[in-house]
């Protein structure tokens, strides 16, 4: 069965504190990841892709460790804004390819307190 | 301009009812999808068209029925809805099935009563 767990939180994190989740999957074959955001009531949208080397975009640390089969998302300086739900995302082969094997994860629900 | 417009936005019915919603992307991406969303925010893929083409059917009841009369529109229609259809569908697109980033609409609220 291939799966892609989170823990769904919620995460209680004062503003301006660094905060850190991490995301398995189980599928060794598993070429792409990413981390989606989704606002309440609002859709899913792109926060970032993940690279084998980690990558960083503003405040935003990814890393993919896949000899544990896990990434992860670092949030430093937190603030209010980045309250939101945000999902993991694995992509694997399949016979078809392309997207036959993107799989979200349920979301970790992240609240930023004032 | 909403590079992936979806409507209606929200949808009421009645059970047993046949309903539809479109889905419309400008950005020129070959492929297409529709996503479920449950009360539990569960986000799970039933279709995946490249091309006009079905590339994927989850195991969704033959019930629902996607329709690609373009590679810019891929609608979703729904014979007798049951309660349990009730849900957030999403429509997405990405540039071809390799350059998968999902560009998705803005949902479409489902209720069935």
């Known amino acids: 069965r291939k799966e892609v767990e989170q823990d769904p939180g919620p995460f209680n994190v004062p503003e301006g504190a660094t905060v850190a989740f991490n995301c398995t999957y189980s599928n060794s074959a598993s070429q792409s990841f990413f981390w989606y955001r989704q606002d309440c009531r609002k859709e899913p949208k792109l926060l970032m892709s993940v690279y084998s080397s980690g990558n960083e975009d503003g405040r935003f640390t990814a890393q993919l460790n896949r000899a544990s089969q896990y990434i992860s998302l670092l949030i430093r300086d937190s603030k209010l804004s980045d309250s939101a739900t945000y999902l993991c995302?694995?992509?694997?082969?399949?016979?078809?390819?392309?997207?036959?094997?993107?799989?979200f994860g349920k979301g970790t629900h992240l609240i930023i307190q004032p | 301009d909403t590079a992936v417009s979806q409507t209606p936005k929200y949808l009421v019915t009645q059970m047993g009812n046949d309903k539809s919603i479109k889905c419309e992307q400008n950005?020129?991406?070959?492929?297409m999808y529709w996503y479920k969303q449950d009360s539990k925010k569960f986000l799970k893929i039933m279709f995946s068209?490249?091309?006009?083409?079905?590339?994927i059917n989850e195991t969704v009841p033959n019930r629902f029925s996607p329709k690609s009369p373009d590679k810019a529109h891929l609608n979703l229609h729904i014979n007798s809805l049951e309660l349990g259809d009730s849900a957030v569908y999403f429509c997405?697109?990405?540039?071809?099935?390799?350059?998968?980033?999902?560009?998705f609409g803005a949902g479409t609220r489902l209720s069935v009563l």
């Open positions: 950005l020129g991406h070959d492929t």
């Open positions: 997405a697109s990405s540039q071809d099935r390799q350059k998968n980033i999902q560009y």
């Open positions: 068209y490249n091309n006009k083409e079905l590339i």
């Open positions: 995302v694995v992509h694997w082969p399949s016979s078809g390819g392309g997207a036959d094997g993107l799989t």
